[in-house]
């Protein structure tokens, strides 16, 4: 059984010299690949020296996180191209993070408006760079779910290329994802006793579009909500989602896998 944590932050784990345990725990768990998902300059070389280190483990990503946009986001924005060209062993296997999140503007109205104003700018910048590579996208959306797909609408991408990571909206949001031809990735919410629209969602875009994800260090599943999450912990998830299928693990593993290394072309 090999499962894919389609997608985890590996950074701190990585600085703090604690990935090779961590990477071991998620062997033994049976998460045999990760995807590090890049959120800002700061970790796109750190982790494209992880997937060279751990080219049988690891992938990752780079973007700008909606949450991570600044004044200067033009600068950031512009080095991501560049990731691209170094080659094809070591490119990255999607552009992401990136989006809207309402969750964590400022309360002041007029300051929230702004700092809004700079994410949709940096999102439209990055939805043109993914439209000219033809590269899978990870969509960061909180609060922001129409205004995400409105303007992934106008960009032109390829739905089928576009995944909304931690997928916490319900039932009819999937589906509308589902008729442009995207989907959805779960995280340890699903095994949340308040997470029923969220179950509805899975069930409603069905295994064999289903994707699993821990966006470690965040959400652990149940039974270790509300410490730091891992890798390893995919394996709770996977098992609380086998059940929601009435599948066994082994069917849920071969299909999230197969879903998540065709969606990411590894």
């Not at 060279?52 to 600068?75: F, K, L, Y």
Request: charged letters at 25%; one cysteine or more.
């Amino acid at each position: 059984m090999t499962l894919v944590d389609s997608h985890t932050h590996l950074d701190a784990a990585a600085r703090s010299g604690a990935l090779p345990e961590l990477v071991r725990r998620a062997r033994e768990a049976g998460v045999g690949w990760m995807v590090a998902v890049g959120t800002e300059p700061g970790d796109w070389a750190l982790y494209r020296e992880l997937a060279r280190a751990n080219r049988d483990c690891i992938r990752h990503t780079v973007g700008v996180h909606p949450c991570s946009v600044g004044e200067g986001w033009e600068a950031a924005v512009a080095e991501i191209e560049g990731y691209w060209r170094a080659g094809a062993a070591d490119a990255p296997v999607a552009l992401g993070e990136c989006g809207l999140d309402r969750f964590h503007l400022p309360k002041a109205p007029a300051e929230a408006a702004r700092i809004l104003g700079l994410q949709k700018a940096a999102f439209e910048a990055q939805l043109a760079i993914a439209r000219r590579l033809g590269c899978a996208l990870v969509i960061h959306s909180r609060g922001a779910f129409r205004e995400c797909v409105e303007m992934i609408d106008a960009s032109g991408v390829n739905w089928g290329r576009v995944v909304f990571h931690c997928f916490s909206e319900g039932e009819p949001e999937i589906l509308e994802l589902a008729r442009r031809g995207g989907r959805g990735s779960f995280t340890g919410i699903l095994t949340y006793k308040n997470a029923d629209g969220v179950r509805a969602a899975a069930k409603a875009q069905g295994l064999a579009r289903l994707m699993i994800e821990t966006d470690a260090p965040f959400l652990a599943p149940a039974p270790h909500r509300g410490k730091p999450n891992e890798p390893a912990y995919l394996r709770h998830t996977a098992e609380y989602a086998a059940g929601l299928f009435g599948v066994g693990l082994d069917e849920l593993a071969d299909a999230t896998t197969a879903t998540a290394r065709a969606f990411y072309g590894f």
